[in-house]
């Protein structure tokens, strides 16, 4: 593994320092007093298990400690898509969070993905989470909306009612376009203006609503960090903010600074070469029938830079068809990644 202990001029053992301004009018230091930056990556890690299906605590410890001493990696979200959240029971959930919190020995913060349907479920699992040493929540949209949509201020009053219940600092999470529980802009706006809501996770996925709404964002809520999720569409999606927010961190986080770096900069040439450079390794990824096969194509990733021994994965994820492998790790060669 190449490893590097920098960590760039954002943070020093987790509290705020003095930060420089980005060319292109993207947020200028750490947000409101929450005690860290993200300007920078911020990967989503895979959850390891042992081969017989429990969480893989030693596998944890190796993951973590490697990607905070990573240039430019500035947080860790757990318990998102990438790292099967779901799929945990509440004390599974807990403990993962607090072997993160050691792991990264408080050189970068930890960020829980907050699931939980119902808003009182949410606070309180959003509240466990503080208490188990995150510094922040993504909080997701009840998943009922996926298929039925929301009914107009529920969004908001699900970020005022679960920050309430915790006084966990909050990011909002948008999803794709094509689901009913994507945020229409009114909506992304009042929840960036409540209380306790400091950045946005933007994952719509229709390049049409992300050229329209982001400047708007940008122009109505400063100070908010503005976060890229769009791991197949990075090369659109990085020149108007702060930083990335994805699974693909976890296994390209040097490459993926580096072109964050190039967008701040308005280096457009540089960037398409990084996003040409990653391209095979994006397609045996993220291009894949499934979305979630994600998942477990980074568990491969992370056995190629050998950092986890094999892939397991809790069902409904089933393992990868046979070759699939081979196809991650030859693309990882070709990235100069391994």
């Known amino acids: 593994m190449t490893l590097s202990n920098g960590h760039g ?22 947000h409101q007093g929450i005690g860290f930056d993200l300007r920078g990556i911020t990967p989503a890690p895979v959850t390891p298990f042992t081969p017989d299906g429990k969480v893989d605590f030693d596998a944890i410890q190796r993951l973590g400690s490697w990607l905070a001493s990573v240039e430019g990696v500035k947080g860790l979200l757990v318990l998102g898509h990438a790292g099967e959240g779901t799929a945990l029971t509440s004390d599974e959930k807990v403990e993962l969070i607090k072997a993160f919190v050691r792991a990264v020995d408080d050189k970068i913060p ?7 349907e119902g808003n009182y479920i949410a606070g309180l699992e959003a509240k466990a989470a503080k208490e188990a040493g995150a510094k922040a929540g993504l909080l997701y949209p009840n998943h009922g909306w996926l298929r039925f949509g929301y009914q107009k201020g529920a969004p908001q009053l699900r970020y005022s009612e679960v920050y309430a219940a915790s006084q966990l600092p909050l990011i909002l999470f948008q999803y794709p376009a094509s689901t009913k529980a994507s945020y229409d802009l009114e909506t992304q706006l009042d929840i960036l203006g409540q209380e306790g809501v400091f950045a946005i996770k933007n994952g719509v996925r229709s390049m049409v609503r992300w050229d329209v709404d982001i400047p ?17 569409y990075l090369l659109h999606s990085s020149f108007m903010v702060d930083g990335m927010l994805v699974g693909y961190g976890t296994i390209a986080p040097e490459l993926l600074y580096e072109m964050l770096q190039a967008c701040n900069a308005n280096d457009y ?13 994006t397609k045996v990824v993220y291009h894949r029938p499934s979305h979630m096969e994600g998942t477990i194509a980074l568990k491969h990733g992370l056995i190629s830079r050998g950092v986890l021994e094999h892939a397991t994965v809790r069902t409904p994820l089933l393992p990868l068809p046979a070759g699939a492998h081979d196809e991650i790790h030859q693309a990882m060669k070709l990235a100069g990644i391994i």
């Open 110 to 116: 930890i960020i829980a993905g907050i699931t939980g």
């Open 216 to 232: 708007v964002i940008k122009k109505q809520r400063p100070g908010k960090y503005i976060l890229t999720c769009e791991d197949e």
């Open 9 to 30: 001029n954002g943070t020093a053992n987790g509290h705020s320092v003095t930060v420089s301004s980005s060319p292109n009018g993207n947020v200028q230091g750490p």
């Open 269 to 281: 040439v540089r960037a398409r070469e990084i996003n040409a450079q990653l391209l095979p390794l």
